[in-house]
């Protein structure tokens, strides 16, 4: 009896992450072109993050899909924003730049944090201090 409950609420965990999971990709309708991002505020920054990395990031992106590179150099899931700028010990006024690729490919992120082709490796890292 133990032996068939376990399989009965198995199988529903199994097809309630099925179900999310197809949900999921219906409600994140976002748009193929970021159409706010000359009023963004994050892409203007003045100030460039703490050097994470001196070699750029391959990533394959999906169109359509948002993704959320850190600007402040402090995430610990680089290229990528983990939310760490929130944290009010840190004191980090850096935020995380949105991008929402046109077209599924393979992107080379930055990780040193000092291009001016943000969120883009632009060869800056190769520039001596």
Request: glycine share 4%; with cysteine.
């Amino acid at each position: 009896m133990a032996l068939l409950r376990s399989n009965y609420f198995t199988s529903r965990i199994a097809v309630r992450s099925i179900i999310w999971m197809q949900y999921r990709g219906k409600r994140d309708n976002v748009p193929e072109v970021n159409t706010v991002s000359e009023f963004h505020a994050a892409v203007n920054q003045q100030e460039k993050g703490k050097v994470y990395d001196k070699k750029p990031f391959k990533f394959l992106c999906e169109k359509g899909k948002s993704y959320m590179w850190c600007s402040c150099g402090h995430s610990k899931t680089q290229p990528f924003c983990d939310g760490t700028h929130k944290s009010p010990f840190l004191q980090i006024k850096l935020r995380p730049i949105r991008f929402v690729p046109a077209e599924t490919k393979e992107y080379w992120f930055c990780n040193c944090k000092q291009t001016n082709s943000r969120p883009f490796c632009d060869g800056s890292h190769r520039k001596e201090a």
